[in-house]
């Protein structure tokens, strides 16, 4: 069974850092796609950021690119996502999620078929 464990959601102040971890197990990851999304109350869940397992390839929504990092752990099975300069629009729960292996649109949420359980991440102005 395959289970993400998300990690390192909290309350910060605008322009303020966290980082996010998602701890991965039950499966073997090669060509998978391990990804971030967010929903925010009253909105549709939306693609944050992605990195191939093998290749170390990333993609960002442009609201996040040059603020938020995504990297893999290959030891651990842990994704991480380093937020910086964050923002109060970037207030949502925060969720990992994998693909199954092999390409994939990787910003859709149906292309995932395992999800964590979601970490809050609040941004205050």
């Known amino acids: 069974q395959v289970q993400l464990v998300e990690s390192g959601g909290g309350l910060v102040q605008a322009g303020g850092s966290l980082r996010l971890s998602c701890a991965a197990s039950?499966?073997?990851?090669?060509?998978?796609?391990m990804g971030w999304f967010r929903q925010a109350p009253g909105k549709e869940r939306a693609f944050v950021a992605a990195?191939?397992?093998?290749?170390?390839?990333?993609y960002y929504a442009d609201s996040v690119k040059g603020r938020f990092t995504i990297s893999r752990d290959n030891a651990k099975n842990t994704v991480h996502l380093q937020m910086n300069s964050l923002k109060p629009e970037d207030t949502a729960v925060y969720y990992c999620?994998?693909?199954?292996?092999?390409?994939?649109?990787?910003?859709?949420?149906?292309?995932?078929?395992?999800w964590g359980q979601g970490t809050q991440v609040t941004v205050s102005s």
């Open positions: 999620a994998t693909t199954p292996p092999g390409p994939v649109w990787f910003v859709l949420p149906n292309m995932y078929d395992y």
């Open positions: 990195i191939n397992w093998s290749s170390g390839s990333t």
């Open positions: 039950g499966r073997t990851f090669t060509t998978h796609t």
